[in-house]
């Protein structure tokens, strides 16, 4: 178990964690957010012993392991599968001890340990972990040094995971993953056995992965069970609840105060004056919640041109002439939402380039409306900001002869105030670059926005923003991104680039991610030979499924009945007063129990729902 008790640290004087305790069990997979800034990479430096806490402490059981990606990235002449082999120390050191011990006793020892580790297997869940992450078998015996540094950083991440601490911390780990490396990550940590704490605001990752959230907010930390949706109920319920409680103890601080200014000077009243005094400054009070300040994009928006804006008919593209891509029959109109699906590698920034006019068409014929303006945001722009600069001057040069209060207020449009404005770029966070950079990317109001993974160092806040401002914008929007939740909020058309195609992918985006995940077990039989392997559900197994279905649709219903009336009672004021602390106890418990079932339930509900859909289409 992981116990953080009472521990405070302050940056540059500003206090990041103030009294904050929580407690991880053993083996738990916990989400830790928070907004940008509020000091989530620095509690993992304070849990793995790299800064020093100026209050409580920090407890883990003796000799446990602590494993995070490092921030050196190997570039070295060893190979992908021998750098991660290496991150299991003890068995590298098992191994080398093999070659040279003499003692038979020793060498019995030595071939127990390495059998108990599963040191012959080593290699391959090394190299199965690297393909998940993306690399090929011929990949994975190239030198780290050949791979530039965000392929390098899956290399770190691959290395950790292998090497199983008894801790994991992750920071932001699919930052540097695609899609499909990001789903496979997902699922490995589930089947993880020991404890990770992982620091990410990618909702699908947090809502699939994780079995409780540890929330950083106000310099606390508070610890819910359940994953990111759950806790975002749990949350709107209690602020909701802290809210009106804050209210009733203000109006009534209001009419004490009101009784002492006055009655403090009449003699006859002047000690009971004196009693609600007291009674003032002995109230504990409890500040309402202040409501999020809403993280807005404001996309210009552009003038409606005829459809189509764009057309490709027998395209080819690629570098150097070799075509990447071949046999391009392609269109999009300004009402488009497109995702662009593929593995890395596969063409989809190619084609990105295309339709942003960075690439030429090296054959057959494309076509663009002649007033077509285009937006493009890739993550390494954020990194080809000019960091001595400020955002102001960032526009200024953009926007020459614009006023600067024009200029500010764009910049407060993409959530960068006044403060951020005049800050320069290298000192702003992630979050705030990305912001400049998509503002960049808008500013002539184009007609489509191409965007290749805009989330990234986006908090879970700005997340929202950024679907909201999309699905509010006029343009076409081609999307390459890793979240899913954004995908599959913004996207109504879905593009699969394979083999040097581009197709239409008429499936969802579950399906897209439950073909990636079985995409290493065997190939399933034919339609035909399942047909005739699997006897037909009888009417009365397909009737039973049926009553399932109806049983447990029903205790869902119920279990949703009895939440709302436990929220509405503990919305009440009158639940907090001293006298029924206890009663509130109870009630908040009965809550908490009612919620659980209500997940069991809800789970129970989706496989009964399963087995009958695939009942009636076997019959």
């Known amino acids: 178990m992981l116990k953080i008790e009472d521990i405070s640290y302050s940056v540059e004087g500003r206090p990041l964690l103030d009294a904050a305790s929580a407690m991880i069990p053993t083996g738990h997979k916990v989400g830790l957010i928070g907004r940008n800034g509020a000091g989530k990479t620095t509690l993992f430096h304070l849990i793995r ?64 340990r390495l059998a108990d580790i599963n040191a012959w297997s080593a290699e391959g869940r090394a190299s199965s972990i690297l393909k998940g992450l993306g690399f090929d ?45 990001a789903l496979w990550l997902e699922n490995y940590l589930v089947k993880y056995p020991h404890t990770v704490i992982i620091i990410s605001h990618d909702r699908a990752l947090l809502n699939r992965s994780v079995g409780a959230i540890l929330h950083l907010e106000d310099k606390k930390l508070t610890y819910y069970t359940g ?32 009784f002492v200014d006055r009655f403090r000077a009449k003699a006859s009243k002047a000690k009971q004056a004196q009693a609600r005094l007291k009674m003032i400054e002995r109230m504990d009070m409890i500040a309402a919640p202040e409501e999020a300040a809403r993280r807005v994009f404001t996309f210009p928006e552009p003038e409606e041109l005829s459809p189509p804006i764009i057309r490709i008919e027998g395209g080819e593209v690629g570098y150097n002439g070799t075509a990447v891509l071949k046999r391009l029959d392609l269109r999009i109109d300004q009402d488009d ?43 390494h722009q954020v990194d080809e900001l000019y960091i001595e600069e400020t955002p102001l001057q960032h526009l200024q040069r953009e926007r020459p002869g614009t006023m600067q209060s024009k200029l500010r207020a764009q910049l407060a449009g993409f959530g960068l105030g006044p403060d951020q404005a005049e800050t320069p770029v290298g000192r702003l966070s992630g979050g705030q670059k990305a912001r400049l950079s998509l503002l960049l990317a ?120 009895m939440r709302d009336k436990l929220a509405k009672k ?50």
């Open 49 to 112: 012993g790299d800064l020093a806490l100026e209050g409580g402490a920090i407890s883990l059981p003796s000799r446990a392991r602590i494993g995070g990606v490092s921030q050196e990235v190997p570039s070295s002449e060893v190979s992908l599968l021998d750098t991660v082999l290496a991150a299991d120390t003890e068995r590298a050191t098992l191994l080398l001890e093999a070659e040279t011990a003499s003692e038979g006793a020793r060498i019995a020892e030595i071939q127990t």
């Open 137 to 181: 078998a011929a990949e994975q015996r190239m030198p780290c040094s050949g791979f530039s540094g965000g392929w390098r950083m899956r290399v770190a991440l691959a290395a950790v995971l292998f090497a199983q601490p008894d801790l994991l911390l992750l920071d932001e780990p699919t930052n540097y993953l695609d899609l499909e490396g």
């Open 227 to 258: 994953p990111y949706d759950q806790f975002a109920r749990q949350r709107a319920e209690r602020r909701a609840m802290q809210a009106s409680l804050a209210k009733k103890q203000d109006a009534r601080k209001a009419h004490l105060q009101s």
């Open 337 to 379: 939402r497109i995702a662009l699906l593929g593995k890395n590698g596969q063409g989809k920034s190619t084609l990105s380039k295309l339709l942003s006019d960075r690439l030429p068409c090296m054959a057959g014929k494309l076509t663009r409306s002649s007033k077509l303006r285009i937006g493009y945001f890739a993550q």
């Open 442 to 561: 808008t500013l002539d109001a184009p007609h489509m926005l191409i965007l290749d993974e805009p989330t990234n160092h986006l908090d879970i806040e700005s997340r929202e923003a950024l679907v909201e401002a999309l699905t509010s914008y006029s343009g076409a929007v081609i999307l390459v991104s890793h979240d899913m939740h954004l995908l599959s909020l913004v996207a109504d058309r879905l593009w699969l680039i394979k083999d040097g195609a581009v197709i239409p992918y008429e499936e969802d985006l579950e399906a897209y991610r439950k073909m990636l995940l079985s995409s290493n077990k065997p190939e399933a039989k034919s339609k035909a030979s399942a047909k005739k392997d699997k006897p037909r559900p009888s009417r009365d197994q397909i009737l039973g499924l049926r009553g399932d279905v109806r049983t447990c649709e029903a205790r869902v219903s119920k279990l949703n009945e």
């Open 570 to 619: 503990l919305g009440d004021p009158a639940m907090y007063q001293p006298e029924k602390i206890v009663e509130s106890e109870v009630w908040q418990k009965k809550y908490s129990e009612v919620m659980n079932a209500l997940e069991r339930a809800e789970t129970l509900w989706m496989t009964a729902l399963e087995k009958l859909d695939k009942a009636e289409n076997q019959a």
